[in-house]
């Protein structure tokens, strides 16, 4: 299973991105999906994460209201859209997949992508 993110950039404040993950090697249908963000020198922190179905989402307290979930199962892909960006969301950006429950741990996620860097600019 190989996860391809991508979407990142430079955004100013206030401003909007769109990041994407595709799921190749398997179908995405049978993985619970998550997203999480890495600061230079810290560990990762959980984004939010979406159930197989779509039918469950959870976020951050950092992100609720800003940061929005979604995925097409028929694309093999899985959305995070990023509103209202602040300077504090500048970060690497992971897609992870889940063969189990919705987590909010690293290590309940069993593969990962290679990460999309997220600047916002004040």
């Known amino acids: 299973v190989q996860l391809q993110a991508s979407g990142g950039g430079l955004a100013q404040a206030g401003g909007s991105l769109r990041l994407s993950c595709v799921v190749s090697?398997?179908?995405?249908?049978?993985?619970?999906m998550g997203w999480f963000r890495q600061y230079p020198g810290k560990e990762r922190e959980f984004v939010g994460g979406?159930?197989?179905?779509?039918?469950?989402?959870y976020y951050a307290d950092s992100v609720k209201g800003r940061f929005t979930i979604s995925r097409d199962n028929a694309r093999d892909t899985v959305y995070l859209q990023m509103n209202s960006l602040k300077p504090e969301d500048t970060a690497v950006y992971y897609c992870a997949a889940s063969v189990e429950f919705l987590g909010t741990l690293v290590s309940e996620y069993d593969y990962w992508g290679q990460g999309t860097l997220v600047t916002v600019s004040s």
């Open positions: 979406i159930s197989r179905s779509g039918g469950r989402i």
């Open positions: 090697g398997r179908t995405l249908s049978p993985f619970v």
